[in-house]
């Protein structure tokens, strides 16, 4: 099983980002994925929630309304589109497998920073 985040940076106060993560090595329209993310110094968080078929999406309460995950069945891909962001986003983001979260990928930082 591989989870391989990309697509972070440094984006200003009030922007968008978006984030992918390629997997591979299991069937991924059989699993849930999932987002979380930890900033420095702190412990583990979690974003987000995807179901199988991408129709049923959960967030947290922290992202709710600004934060879009989606997947791509075919590309075997997750996505998370960020926007109006705030510097309280800034952390390595992860995808993980399913919502037990049983495997993780290699984050991705995001630094939200004027």
């Known amino acids: 099983v591989q989870l391989q985040a990309s697509g972070g940076g440094l984006v200003q106060p009030g922007g968008s980002l978006r984030i992918s993560c390629a997997t591979s090595g299991f069937t991924f329209t059989s699993y849930s994925m999932s987002w979380a993310r930890q900033a420095p110094g702190k412990g583990l968080e979690y974003v987000g929630s995807?179901?199988?078929?991408?129709?049923?999406?959960r967030y947290a309460d922290s992202v709710e309304g600004r934060f879009t995950i989606s997947r791509d069945n075919v590309k075997n891909t997750l996505y998370l589109q960020m926007s109006s962001l705030e510097p309280g986003d800034t952390a390595l983001y992860y995808c993980t497998r399913g919502t037990i979260m049983d495997y993780w990928g290699e984050g991705t930082l995001v630094t939200v920073s004027s």
């Open positions: 995807v179901n199988r078929d991408g129709t049923g999406i």
